[in-house]
């Protein structure tokens, strides 16, 4: 019951908390890059060009969006890129222009035979 040790003890006690947390923050930064690793190792870049057709994540209808209803829409061409990644797409019904972030879009296949896709012939023998 003498107060200096209870004192020690308690200092002693946070100094052990105190690097219980830079422990755990460590562990927690090292996690966080390796799945960042992970995770941009599998990323595809997407390249797009101007007049490609383009579908835009219509980010309005994150709440509710209804049960079948589609998030992406368009398709939009592309009249512009810009080099830090903003887009100027093109209405082609109304022919508005807007920019968008390049994130927000990816490309539209109209046609199955567009993707270039590597098809493989089945022979009957």
């Given at each position: 019951m003498d107060p200096a040790t209870a004192r020690d003890k308690s200092l002693l006690q946070l100094h052990e908390l105190d690097e219980f947390c830079l422990g755990a923050y460590e562990n927690s930064k090292l996690y966080k890059e390796k799945i960042k690793r992970w995770h941009d190792k599998r990323l595809m870049p997407r390249t797009f060009e101007v007049g490609q057709k383009v579908?835009?994540?219509?980010?309005?209808?994150?709440?509710?969006?209804?049960?079948?209803?589609?998030?992406?829409?368009?398709?939009?061409?592309?009249?512009?890129?810009?080099?830090?990644?903003?887009?100027?797409?093109?209405?082609?019904?109304?022919?508005?222009?807007?920019?968008?972030?390049?994130?927000?879009?990816?490309?539209?296949?109209?046609?199955p035979m567009e993707r270039d896709k590597l098809s493989i012939e089945l022979k009957s023998t």
């Open positions: 579908l835009l994540y219509n980010s309005r209808l994150k709440f509710f969006p209804g049960k079948l209803k589609s998030r992406w829409t368009g398709p939009f061409v592309i009249d512009a890129l810009t080099s830090h990644g903003a887009v100027d797409l093109r209405n082609p019904v109304t022919a508005n222009s807007f920019r968008v972030n390049g994130q927000r879009i990816k490309h539209y296949w109209s046609d």
